[in-house]
């Protein structure tokens, strides 16, 4: 398999860039000669992409940096487009996944052009039409893109003004623009944006770049933003109409699929491919540069899939997986030693405790914390759909990266980026588990071989195979109290899973928090607040343990080391409504309750958990579950609270039952039927509270409210067990 | 593709899909699932796992929910087929879709589909349906994105819309 790159090792990560993505694109091995590639498509179309440039801003980290944040919309023509019919397009590069980025966007532009969001027509995701917002992920919508369409959009209704003022010789403040249209209030004569669309002088206006200090309409004057806007596809969904990736089709399309390796490191000696060239409306697809690849694709996916088994049967592998002998991965560890592989290849070794021989302290407490590698799971795995045309080519699929994407299958093929358009309709789900465009440059292999567009669909157990996992982990905490029953000093090194959330919000005198790279043994990358969900596990449940061991209660203890006003206010909002006090106090065996909180990305959360505990049967039931959340001034409460319900009951999984076993290179639970996932009965009953603070900016959302589940839940099962939990998913 | 050429596998199927007669000539042994979407053009049924563990598939055949994904089309020769774009009558949502819309519930609505028509079937079976009825055909259906809450509010309402229906008569 591909080694997973390491997560760059940084004490300070970069508010702005979140060093969530660890992972390295898959390396493609197929490049093609210049000659071939020139006799494959036709000579005039090769621009070769200088590649010594490409390994430079690799290294610089650049591109990774301008592929997350992208480069914006270079002028107010690229943010919106004016019909002369009055109609309104907004475009954007976010992708819509579920998360409700179309809805915001929306708001955001009918905000300030002074519409109603049903004016606005918008459009995501195309790399040929949209600019480059960037990569949807790390909750950036709401904090990065929402503020870009308002800029844009505020422009346009300045320009309208202007327009306006001009025709009528008038001041500004003469106008104002209400219901898309200025208005001379002394006249009541109007013009609109169409208006505006035909005028001589508009195409010009529009080449200007958006000002980045232009006046935004402040909250307390908000119409739209701040409502519960609901989704402008929303009839498509309940009545099926709404097209996925996995739904496209072109004409003369074929189904595609691919051989894939029975184990991680295995190589293809020999196959032959007799058996379903037999098949008719058949076409197996070689790469004379790959040797490793072979695809095939047919009128349907049945017959694919059915030539694919007949010629699976006569591959000849280099390893055996099931071999009895030394492992075929050499030193690769299964699920079963991942922890004692991670932390002896940490990068120079888990670093001592700096504080581990300072002045004499009270008491000292030392843990370790596992977190496995678990799965994205979304319900649509990936999917594409390719096809070539006149050397140009086209990716129709479901990924966080459309411009990321566009430059993977750019590099793939070495082709110049503007001979590669990719287009994201929306897709079934993500949760961090879709920067990549592996599924586009297969589909697009296949294509070129069959010489017809073709639409690849990963099956489930591909998608719990060769898709990344969220990393793995393993936390060293140390501690110390002093005579007061204080955190005198505090040492927090995380191995392997990342940097998000590492760093204490608590007020503690002496730190050392780290990040320390390992040797993943399986590709790892995002996930739903990536890292923070093993750090703010590790450190939640850490903390309940350091207040036991100063005689505390968890909260009075959080409350003794909390200076964070935004964070102490989560909690005491979560353990108000909790009834905290109350229900901490009840005597019942088999009942008990924890709390949690944190803060990333920008938002804070805090959670109290009431848990049923069956200790014959090893069993722990959540009964409640009381979050509090707050993310500064709300832009969409109705999206906001199904965002925060989805993230909690996603980390119920993550707590409970979610776990990647793995052995000799194969993933030993790649399926719905052994990989667990939340469903209706594991719901328990939710109590979610969202703190507005429209004094402050917009935070996005997507990410934060699941790191206090899986503490919260651990913290009940220690306070009812007295038995810390030092691993996710939680056992008792 | 339209232009399928026969084999001697092949056999024509004939079922009621959507209230229509349908027929396809194909393998037998292919998934609903494959010729609704392949074949028929109907996307809105999904895939999701392939093997009746998500419900992402689902399809009413006889009335009952159907993972279409395990269902092989030869097995439906001249049975009833609902899929979720012959659940409204034209423009007119079924009841059970108004309910999802008015709830908003849905995520990135991959699923939508599949726990509509879970839902429609038990709604068919016993209009007085309780909570715990559709709480059962639920439990079947995953929703990764975890809307769970919403699907909650959507058969609550159902079941107090049948009870006070009850009342009233």
Redesign the interface.
């Known amino acids: 398999m591909t080694p997973a790159s390491s997560i760059k090792s940084s004490q300070a990560p970069d508010p702005e860039y979140d060093l969530q993505h660890p992972l390295e694109c898959v390396g493609y091995d197929f490049g093609l000669s210049r000659r071939a590639f020139v006799k494959g498509l036709g000579a005039g179309l090769c621009i070769a992409v200088s590649l010594p440039v490409l390994a430079q801003e690799r290294e610089s980290g650049q591109r990774s940096r301008n592929t997350f944040l992208g480069t914006g919309a270079q002028n107010l023509a690229a943010r919106i487009h004016l019909g002369t019919d009055g109609s309104i397009t907004v475009m954007a590069g976010k992708v819509e996944?579920?998360?409700?980025a179309r809805a915001e966007l929306l708001q955001a532009a009918a905000e300030e052009l002074r519409v109603p969001v049903s004016r606005v027509r918008m459009m995501l995701a195309d790399t040929d039409m949209v600019p480059d917002d960037g990569m949807t992920a790390g909750s950036g919508t709401t904090p990065r893109t929402v503020p870009a369409v308002r800029r844009g959009a505020a422009t346009a209704r300045n320009l309208l003004i202007a327009f306006a003022c001009g025709q009528w010789t008038l001041e500004h403040a003469a106008v104002e623009v209400r219901d898309g249209r200025v208005v001379h209030r002394g006249s009541n004569r109007s013009l609109d944006y169409a208006d505006l669309a035909r005028s001589v002088g508009t195409a010009k206006l529009f080449q200007q770049a958006i000002p980045a200090d232009i006046e935004l309409t402040p909250i307390k004057e908000w119409k739209v933003l701040g409502t519960s806007v609901?989704?402008p596809?929303?009839?498509d969904?309940?009545?099926?109409?709404?097209?996925?990736p996995?739904?496209i089709?072109r004409p003369g399309m074929l189904?595609g699929k691919i051989l894939r390796r029975p184990a991680y490191d295995a190589k293809l000696l020999s196959i032959d491919l007799a058996p379903a060239r037999a098949i008719?409306?058949v076409i197996v697809i070689r790469d004379d540069q790959d040797d490793q690849f072979v695809g095939v694709a047919a009128?349907?996916?049945?017959r694919a899939e059915r030539a694919l088994a007949a010629i699976s049967d006569t591959a000849k592998w280099g390893t055996t997986p099931q071999s009895s002998g030394p492992r075929p991965s050499g030193s690769k560890p299964s699920s079963k030693d991942l922890f004692d592989y991670l932390r002896r290849n940490a990068e120079g070794g888990p670093p001592s405790n700096p504080f581990a021989n300072g002045p004499s302290v009270a008491k000292t407490l030392r843990r370790t914390y596992n977190v496995p590698y678990i799965q994205h799971?979304?319900?649509?795995?990936r999917a594409a759909l390719a096809e070539w045309k006149d050397g140009r080519l086209t990716v129709w699929t479901g990924s966080q990266n459309p411009f990321g994407v566009r430059g993977e299958l750019a590099r793939a093929f070495h082709l110049p980026e503007d001979q590669v358009r990719v287009v994201i309709p929306?897709?079934?789900?993500a949760?961090g588990g879709k920067h990549t465009g592996e599924c586009a440059v297969e589909a697009a292999r296949l294509a070129r071989g069959a010489g017809k567009p073709v639409s690849l669909?990963w099956?489930?157990e591909e998608e719990f195979t060769w898709a990344y996992f969220r990393p793995a982990g393993v936390i060293e905490a140390e501690a110390s109290l002093d005579a007061q029953g204080k955190i005198a000093t505090w040492y927090f090194i995380n191995i392997n899973s990342g940097p998000n959330a590492v760093d204490t919000p608590y007020s503690i005198g002496k730190t050392d928090c780290r990040f320390i790279p390992s040797t993943p043994p399986l590709r790892h990358g995002s996930y739903r607040g990536l890292a923070a969900t093993a750090n703010n596990f590790a450190r939640e449940v850490f903390m309940d343990e350091l207040a036991a061991t100063a005689d505390s209660d968890p909260l009075a203890f959080r409350h003794a080391h909390l200076a964070n006003p935004r964070l102490r206010a989560v909690l005491d909002a979560a353990t108000s409504h909790f009834r905290w006090q109350e229900r901490a106090n009840r005597k019942d065996p088999n009942t008990s309750v924890g709390l949690a909180c944190g803060t990333e990305k920008g938002s804070y959360v805090a959670a109290c958990a009431e848990i049923e505990i069956d200790r014959q049967q090893k069993k722990l039931k959540v009964r409640n579950i009381c979050e509090a959340f707050e993310c500064g001034a709300i832009v969409n409460p109705?999206n906001l609270l199904?965002q925060v319900?989805?993230?909690?009951?996603?980390g119920l999984g993550a707590a409970l039952q979610e776990e990647i076993r793995f052995e000799n290179g194969r993933i030993l639970n790649a399926?719905?039927?052994e990989y667990r996932?939340?469903?209706?009965?594991d719901?328990p009953e939710?109590d979610i509270h969202l703190i507005n603070r429209p004094d402050l900016p917009s935070a996005g959302a997507g990410e934060t409210p699941i790191i206090a589940i899986a503490p919260a839940i651990a913290n009940a099962v220690f306070r009812a067990t007295g038995a810390s939990v030092q691993a996710l998913p939680i056992r008792i | 593709m339209e232009t399928r050429a026969e084999t001697k596998t092949d056999a024509r199927i004939t079922f009621t899909l959507n209230g229509e007669s349908r027929s396809v000539i194909t393998d037998p042994d292919r998934p609903l699932l494959d010729v609704l979407r392949e074949d028929l053009h109907l996307t809105g049924t999904k895939y999701g796992c392939g093997e009746g563990e998500c419900r992402a598939c689902t399809v009413l055949l006889n009335g009952e929910s159907t993972p279409s994904c395990l269902t092989p089309v030869g097995s439906v020769n001249g049975q009833p087929v609902l899929t979720i774009e012959g659940l409204a009558h034209g423009d007119k949502l079924h009841p059970v879709q108004e309910v999802f819309l008015a709830e908003g519930a849905f995520q990135c609505g991959y699923c939508t589909a599949g726990m509509i028509l879970g839902v429609a079937s038990v709604r068919q079976k016993n209009p007085a349906a309780d909570e715990a009825e559709y709480r059962a055909e639920l439990q079947k259906h995953i929703c990764r994105c975890g809307g769970y809450p919403k699907y909650l509010s959507v058969i609550r309402r159902l079941a107090e819309g049948a009870q006070t229906e009850k009342a009233r008569i």
């Open positions: 996944a579920g998360q409700g609901s989704r596809e929303a009839h969904l309940v009545t099926g109409a709404h097209k996925y996995s739904d089709a189904y008719p409306e009128s349907t996916s049945f799971a979304p319900l649509e795995p929306d897709f079934g789900a949760f669909r099956t489930r109705g199904s319900q989805g993230a909690t009951i996603m399926s719905f039927g996932v939340p469903r209706l009965e719901v939710l």
